[in-house]
């Protein structure tokens, strides 16, 4: 062969998600192949019974094909290896675009200790031991230095940040635009939620103060587990309600009487969110240039939407894609049927999971 037959190679990432019957692979595992050779990363250890079933499979992902003859849920593919008439079956995950930073096979341990410490953290206490044990193998664990940002106001989050040990800072801006300490993250906290949920700009910057350890959640596995894990979604809609709570009962104040905002400060998500959560009943008017949106609630729940020639839940999601425009809140009872009878959580984490989708 040519070298310019030579394939590229390629750094591919595999996770063991679960494993039953295999004495080599337990889940939380993650190995790198620099693929088309057979050799791993970093020349780890590989059962070649296993690698004589997963080897097909990268190639045919590689190639862009469907794979033939693995069984596959979502997005975990079933490897099964044959042993003389024994049989063990490994679930993984194949991600063809791996972090370069991140190679070798990392151990059972040092996956099992980050799983551990995870389910000590208030977000994490609902999630069963192989869930965690996927979180693991696709976060990423970072040390923050002094000042280096989490997220920064204006930016769009790519990923959740939990906090394992130290503090981070919420900056706002005084009347001087100089900024200042909001409040103090620590141990178990969260940061970047909003963004990721509602797909809008971050409203502050956050940094670490002195050292800080996080543990970063890829966008992806964070709405897989917002769809999946019913504790995951309660433990953010908790939290949303709470520092809703805390921070907008002189807005909702504002907003009965007919006071007009911006949806660049205030998106549309939380919007609907202050409004249930203080059980009000009214209608809020929506305007970006020409294009009109009406949104109608009672007693805090969601009963129509109505923009350019759209009703229900369509005009509702196609309302959410607004990210500019103004908006009025008149409180009152109104007349008309109900349209729409799913939760505002669940029709906000469906239209993220549509957008999600329709931007791969």
């Known amino acids: 062969m040519s070298e310019k037959d030579t394939p590229k190679s390629r750094l591919i990432r595999v996770d063991v998600l679960d494993s039953r019957s295999c004495s080599c692979y337990r889940g939380g595992e993650v190995l790198f192949f620099r693929w088309p050779l057979v050799a791993p990363e970093n020349a780890s250890p590989v059962c070649s019974r296993f690698l004589a ?31 003389g008439g024994a049989s063990c079956k490994v679930a993984v995950r194949v991600s063809l675009e791996a972090d370069t930073s991140r190679t070798g096979r990392l151990t ?16 994490f206490e609902d999630l069963d031991p192989l869930t965690l044990s996927e979180i693991a193998a696709a976060a990423k664990t970072r040390v923050l230095p ?9 930016e769009k989050g790519t990923r959740l940040f939990v906090i394992l040990r ?29 963004s990721l949920i509602s797909g809008a700009p ?14 970063e959640i890829p966008k992806a596995e964070f709405l897989r587990l917002m769809n999946e894990k019913a504790g995951f979604a309660m433990y953010f809609a908790r939290l949303l309600c709470e520092r ?47 294009n009109t949106g009406l949104i109608y609630f009672r007693d805090g729940e969601l009963y129509n939407a109505i923009t350019g020639g759209l009703s229900g839940e369509k005009a509702f999601y196609a309302l959410l894609e607004w990210e500019e425009g103004d908006f009025r809140f008149e409180a009152g009872i109104f007349d008309g049927d109900r349209e729409i ?20």
């Open 341 to 360: 009878h799913a939760d505002v959580m669940a029709l906000i984490l469906e239209a993220m999971r549509q957008r999600d989708e329709s931007s791969r």
């Open 108 to 123: 059972v341990r040092g996956s099992s200790r980050l799983a551990q410490e995870l389910a000590s953290l208030p977000i």
């Open 53 to 83: 079933g997963l080897a097909p499979l990268m190639d045919t992902l590689v190639a862009g094909d469907e794979p033939e003859g693995y069984k596959r849920a979502g997005d975990a593919w079933l490897v099964q290896c044959e042993t």
């Open 202 to 215: 971050a409203s502050a910057t956050v940094v670490a103060q002195g050292d800080c350890t996080v543990v």
């Open 166 to 194: 130290g503090t981070a800072a919420v900056l706002g801006k005084d009347e001087e635009d100089a900024d200042h300490c909001l409040a103090l993250l620590g141990r178990g906290d969260v940061v970047g939620e909003m």
């Open 244 to 290: 809703l709570r805390s921070s907008n009962r002189q807005f909702i104040a504002l907003l009965e009487h007919g006071v007009t905002g911006k949806l660049s400060t205030v998106t549309l998500p939380e919007l609907c969110q202050i409004i249930k959560l203080n059980n009000r009943s009214g209608i809020v008017r929506l305007s970006c240039g020409e």
């Open 146 to 154: 002094e000042g280096r940002p989490l997220l920064k106001e204006g």
